[in-house]
């Protein structure tokens, strides 16, 4: 099993990225899966999650992305997406996706709070915005 998560660049302040995050030997179903990051010197933090599983509460987004970030899943493509807008020099950080591997009927916040209960990690994308 494999999440491959790419999409990061270096970006101006008021600039886009769209992250994505790519499962290979699994399949990504509406399984929960959530995109965390890494600041220099900061803790890793939950950014975004989702569970397509649940009707309620199934998107769960930080409060300083909220309204900038959406997350998406393209089940075709076995793909789940970060659209990043309007970033700020404090989104700079390496963005991990991570996915669980069984369908629950957790809310995404429970797993953006628990990150230690999501099965597989991808290897990180950094992403830089300039002031």
């Known amino acids: 099993v494999q999440l491959q998560a790419s999409g990061g660049g270096l970006v101006h302040a008021g600039g886009s990225l769209r992250l994505s995050c790519t499962a290979s030997?699994?399949?990504?179903?509406?399984?929960?899966i959530g995109w965390f990051r890494r600041a220099p010197g900061k803790e890793r933090e939950g950014v975004s999650c989702?569970?397509?599983?649940?009707?309620?509460?199934?998107?769960y987004y930080e409060d300083s992305v909220k309204g900038r970030f959406t997350i998406s899943r393209d089940n075709a493509k076995n793909t789940v997406y970060l659209q990043m807008n309007d970033l700020k020099p404090e989104d700079t950080a390496v963005y991990y996706c991570a996915v669980k591997a069984r369908r629950t009927s957790d809310s995404g916040l429970f797993y953006c709070v628990r990150p230690f209960l999501l099965d597989y990690w991808g290897q990180g994308t950094l992403v830089t915005v300039s002031s």
């Open positions: 989702i569970n397509s599983a649940v009707s309620v509460g199934s998107s």
């Open positions: 030997g699994f399949t990504l179903d509406d399984n929960a």
